[in-house]
């Protein structure tokens, strides 16, 4: 089945130690998003590729980077966590595109939760 | 600036009742309204998505509307199961490639 895949689905990482989080997705969408969830709030947008085209977020920490080598593999990279950084991490990914009804139209993988300790 | 709320926060029900939720937006002017379902722990369940031209979409025992002039989505459960028990979320596309989520409105269905 067509999906979108995190690894690993739980973190844990030392203050300060330099994580990375992954994505991949077998749906050949050319839009792939990096989601920040803190508990029983929205999820927020840190930073969406379009292609290989690279959108950040102004609000988005410096910390917080991404990667995208080929269409279907993302990465999320923490230079430098801190505990206000966990948190669930959702990547999403949308087509543009045929068909309209479709199009925007978001798909979630299963998240990462991130402990800092 | 496009914000987007959901109310009640939380919803309790007996089991076979009809429910709405609400999901409202700022700015009439979108391209799209998701609705989306998360358990406890995981990620997000896409349910319907209506584009900015349609009025309504309709999945099994949901039906999501959509009233840009009022700036307004609901999404009617019918006959309404404790499986059903989770957080709706309501996302506003501001563009093909970029939603504002609202924070959502934890459901709780009573057996």
């Known amino acids: 089945d067509a999906m979108v895949i995190q690894n690993p689905r739980y973190q844990v990482t030392q203050f300060g130690k330099p994580v990375t989080l992954s994505c991949s997705q077998t749906?050949?969408?050319?839009?792939m998003y990096w989601y920040q969830q803190k508990s029983s709030q929205a999820p927020k947008l840190l930073f969406h590729?379009?292609?290989?085209?690279?959108?950040n977020e102004a609000d988005t920490p410096d910390n917080f980077q991404s990667r995208r080598p080929n269409t279907s593999f993302c990465f999320l990279d923490i230079r430098s966590p801190g505990l206000g950084d966990a948190a669930m991490y959702l990547c999403?990914?949308?087509?543009?595109?045929?068909?309209?009804?479709?199009?925007?139209?978001?798909?979630f993988g299963p998240g990462t939760r991130l402990t800092v300790t | 600036k496009q914000e987007v709320t959901q109310i009640p926060a939380a919803l309790s029900v007996p089991e076979g009742e009809n429910l709405v939720l609400n999901c409202s937006f700022t700015?009439?002017?979108?391209?799209?309204l998701q609705w989306f379902r998360q358990d406890p722990g995981k990620g997000l369940t896409s349910l319907l998505l209506?584009?900015?031209?349609?009025r309504e979409q309709t999945s099994g025992r949901l039906n999501a509307s959509l009233d840009k002039s009022s700036g307004r989505s609901t999404l009617y459960i019918a006959a309404s199961q404790p499986g059903d028990s989770a957080t709706y979320l309501c996302?506003?596309?501001?563009?093909?490639?970029?939603?504002?989520f609202g924070p959502g409105t934890s459901l709780s269905v009573i057996p």
């Open positions: 590729y379009y292609d290989k085209d690279f959108n």
């Open positions: 749906l050949n969408h050319n839009v």
């Open positions: 996302a506003a596309g501001t563009s093909y490639d970029k939603v504002i």
């Open positions: 700015d009439s002017a979108i391209y799209n």
């Open positions: 209506i584009q900015s031209s349609q």
């Open positions: 999403a990914t949308s087509r543009d595109g045929f068909p309209a009804y479709q199009e925007g139209e978001q798909y």
